[in-house]
């Protein structure tokens, strides 16, 4: 773990990792949060951990984390470039801003690895598609992996040119798996269950299939065929969403279509 973080943007995302770097030991102590407007419950979990928000004269830290909007960097960047040094790794969570556009923005920059966590980060269960810039110095690299694996999962990637299908798969990911809660939930309403009731068992069936899922050793495949009685409900519902124009095509569209809107953000 760094000796010294900054993290900036503390919102959704990089407020998710702060929590997971924190349940996974980092010491409050070592880290800085700069942000404009940090929510409530932010102040309360940097009090509570001895972190310093917005400190008046920040210095280069060991690593630098950017959790900004990506729309954000260019007017963030003259305020940042003098934390990232050559010695600084600067890890970005930005979707679509290339470790060349954060380079322009960061000129004294060399360690540069640009991430794509997702927000299961805050209770350790994320995970991270990375790569790093060639700069990057093998304890650079091992300090990020402390970072990135202290939030769950890490997929090191050969180059950067994977991370916009990464962010569109896993990144934006638990979204499309909160939205079949909401729909299962909607489509019992429809089936006459009262709509409380329904969010319940739909809520607590995507977080019991999703726990399953963790902690068994069988494909995803397998577990759906284990909840399929031959000839039975499962199968008929089965039959609408993997037919042709079912979930399958669906999902494809909705990752080339947030893929797109990655590469629509860099620059
Ligand atoms: N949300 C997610 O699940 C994921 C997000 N990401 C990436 O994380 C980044 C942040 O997204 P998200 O957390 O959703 O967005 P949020 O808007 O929740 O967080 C961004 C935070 O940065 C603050 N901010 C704005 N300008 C500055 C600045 N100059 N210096 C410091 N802080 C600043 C914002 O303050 P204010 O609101 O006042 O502008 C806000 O608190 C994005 O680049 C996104 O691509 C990556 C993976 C998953
Ligand atoms: O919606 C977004 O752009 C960000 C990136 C991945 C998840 N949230």
Known sequence: MPASLILVGAGKMGGAMLEGWLADGLPGAR?????????????????AHGIAV????????????????PQGLDAAGPALAPLAGPGT??????????????????????????????????IRRGATGAAASPETGEDQRRTAHALLSGIGLVEWLDGEDLIDAVTAVSGSGPAYIFLMAEALAAAG???????????????????????????????PATLRQNVTSPGGTTAAALGVLMAEEGLAPLMREAVAAAKRRAGELAG
């Not at 880290?31 to 009090?47: E, F, G, K, N, T």
């Not at 917005?54 to 909007?69: H, S, T």
């Not at 600067?90 to 640009?114: E, F, M, Q, Y």
């Open 189 to 219: 309403v429809a089936a006459g269950l009262p709509a409380e009731v329904a969010a319940r068992l739909a809520r607590q069936t995507v977080a019991g299939a999703g726990e399953l899922l963790g902690q068994s050793p069988e494909e």
């Open 31 to 47: 880290v800085a949060v700069i942000d404009p407007s940090p929510s409530p419950a932010m102040l309360a979990l940097c009090a």
């Open 89 to 122: 790794l600067v890890v970005s969570v930005l979707a679509g801003k290339t470790i060349a556009n954060l380079k322009d923005r960061l000129p004294r920059a060399r360690a540069v690895v640009r991430a794509m966590p997702n927000l299961p980060a805050s």
């Open 54 to 69: 917005n400190p008046a004269d920040p210095v280069e830290p060991e690593a630098l984390v950017l959790a900004i909007k």
